[in-house]
């Protein structure tokens, strides 16, 4: 957590490779938050929008 309330964590997948990076408050409905090309095997995210909310979850799918 960040001092502006904002949620910075590190992706761990394969390099060379597109991942939607997605967020969800319920684990039901996923959200996209943005899309990231690793070009190392981990890459530093940041939720911005993570002050709106008390409790979420995140996940990174591969993209097609």
Request: net charge positive; hydrophobic share 30%.
């Given at each position: ?5 904002a949620f ?8 060379n490779?597109?991942y939607a ?7 039901s409905t996923?959200?996209?938050l943005t899309?990231v ?5 981990t890459s530093?995210v ?7 909310s008390k ?6 799918r591969a993209?097609p």
């Amino acid at each position: 957590l960040l001092g502006n309330g904002a949620f910075q964590f590190t992706v761990v997948g394969q390099s060379n490779r597109t991942y939607a990076v997605e967020f969800s408050t319920n684990l039901s409905t996923w959200t996209n938050l943005t899309s990231v090309t690793l070009t190392n095997t981990t890459s530093t995210v940041t939720d911005n929008s993570a002050t709106n909310s008390k409790t979420r979850f995140y996940r990174l799918r591969a993209s097609p």
